[in-house]
């Protein structure tokens, strides 16, 4: 069975920290290095957008709201993949997914079910 599987979410305050991770498991991510891992968020009432992505190479890009904060990085022989998330915002609350996305078309995508971040005070 495929899954991504994120964790670490929860209630922080203004300027704190958290770290993401994002499990994947199933046959299908023994091939993980043909997949960039991307995390996304949706807040609500707004469209789901794209937080940071990195590729089997480590090469990343970051939102440019992020940018700065967060840092994304992956463990190969894990196939797991991570956010850094520092000085936290109200604005970053959302709920934040994991994403798969193949770089040979004919591979299937996969997101995670989400993990939710609360920045308050």
């Known amino acids: 069975q495929v899954q991504l599987v994120e964790s670490g979410g929860g209630l922080v305050q203004p300027g704190g920290s958290l770290r993401l991770s994002c499990a994947t498991s199933?046959?299908?991510?023994?091939?993980?290095?043909?997949?960039?891992m991307g995390w996304y968020r949706q807040a609500p009432g707004k469209q789901r957008e794209l937080v940071a992505r990195i590729t089997s190479g480590g090469s990343t890009n970051y939102a440019d709201f992020v940018k700065g904060r967060f840092t994304i990085s992956r463990d190969t022989a894990k196939k797991t993949v991570y956010l850094q998330m520092n000085s936290l915002k109200s604005e970053d609350t959302a709920v934040y997914y994991c994403?798969?996305?193949?770089?040979?078309?004919?591979?299937?995508?996969?997101w995670g079910q989400g993990t939710q971040v609360t920045v308050s005070s």
């Open positions: 199933g046959s299908i991510f023994s091939l993980f290095s043909l997949y960039v």
């Open positions: 994403n798969a996305a193949p770089t040979i078309a004919t591979m299937p995508s996969f």
